[in-house]
């Protein structure tokens, strides 16, 4: 598991949980070591409501490696899951040191949100070993993995994929290399809009939300889900699909200046809510509509 973010540490607890040994690697060493004490504590937690036994956490905690070199988390692995930021070169670069340190044959599975996996591919030198193996937040409850098949992707690496989402118990669903892909073309399409409405003072946070949430039945509302998922990944996966896809996919400004303001969301305390420590969303008072009184 390459990278110990939101992302990489509950995928790695998905990975153990599934009884495979995942090995977690981050360029900030002590980050391992935070990540596997945060999935020792969300687990507990699983443990206490009944919905896991004391023995399978400690199988799970016991098949996460803490790692401290590329060498050690490189060594004899046949899928190196990534899940570091969303830059291209940044991937490109790690992901060639990944291949220069594993077993040839290695399947890179990459997390991205929304960057092209066929480039990802072309550019490591091995199109046919790349694959995106796209979660969702929280890993371990959400049902879906996004497969997406590059142009270059082999069959036997789509099969591998496939594996390894019934050895996951997730729903796969394949789709081919595009920006964005299915999921967040669609996710974020919602959320830039709901964005729009708040400058607009069209309603208040909550309302909008509300919304989607009692009109719609989705488990959360846009904006709350952008602060769940991180407003610097919403709006990296917009710039991104601006370029590819154009105008309507503009990120908009206000988004701009809460990323600038480090208003982040869930992980820094504040974004279209107030966070507490437990993970409580607060919303902010309601909007005065211009021109109503
Ligand atoms: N490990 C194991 N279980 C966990 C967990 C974890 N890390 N986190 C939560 N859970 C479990 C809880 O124990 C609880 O289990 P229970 O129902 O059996 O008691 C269950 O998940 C639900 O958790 P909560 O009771 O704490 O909270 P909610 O019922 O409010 O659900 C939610 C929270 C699952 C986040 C729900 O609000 C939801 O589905 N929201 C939408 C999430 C979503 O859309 N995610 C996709 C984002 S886009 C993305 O990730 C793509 C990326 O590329 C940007």
Redesign the pocket.
């Known amino acids: 598991m390459l990278g110990t973010g939101t992302?990489g540490q509950?995928i790695a607890?998905v990975v153990a949980g599934a009884g495979m040994e995942a090995r977690l690697f981050d360029v900030d060493s002590a980050k391992v070591a935070s990540a596997i004490k945060a999935i020792a504590s969300?687990?507990q937690?699983?443990v206490e409501?009944g919905?896991l036994t004391e023995s399978a956490r400690s199988t799970l905690l016991a098949n996460l490696v803490q790692t401290s070199s590329l060498e050690q988390a490189c060594d004899g692995i046949d899928l190196c899951i990534e899940a570091i930021p969303e830059r291209m070169e940044l991937k490109i670069s790690v992901l060639s040191e990944v291949l220069a340190k594993s077993p040839s044959g290695v399947i890179v599975g990459s997390?991205t949100?929304s960057l092209s996996i066929t480039e990802i591919g072309t550019r490591l030198g091995i199109p046919g070993r790349t694959v995106g193996l796209?979660?969702?937040?929280?890993p371990?409850?959400?049902e879906l993995l996004e497969i997406v098949r590059g142009v270059g992707t082999e069959e036997s690496t789509l099969t591998r994929a496939l594996e390894l989402a019934s050895a996951l118990k997730k729903t796969p669903i394949v789709v081919n290399d595009s920006p964005g892909f299915a999921?967040?073309r669609l996710?974020v399409a919602l959320g830039c809009e709901a964005i729009r409405m708040l400058e607009s003072g069209v309603a208040s946070v909550e309302d909008i939300d509300r919304a989607m949430e009692l009109g719609y039945r989705h488990?959360?509302g846009p904006l709350k889900?952008g602060d769940?998922?991180g407003l610097d990944?919403r709006l990296g996966?917009l710039e991104h699909l601006h370029r590819e896809l154009g105008e309507q996919f503009r990120p908009p400004s206000l988004l701009r200046q809460m990323v600038r303001a480090g208003r982040l969301g869930k992980k820094t305390g504040e974004g279209f809510y107030k966070w507490t420590a437990d993970?409580v969303a607060i919303a902010p008072p309601r909007l005065k509509l211009p021109g109503l009184s």
């Open positions: 992302m509950g607890q969300v687990t937690r699983v409501k919905k997390n949100s796209h979660f969702f937040n929280p371990p409850v959400m999921t967040s996710g488990p959360m889900l769940l998922v990944v996966i993970g």
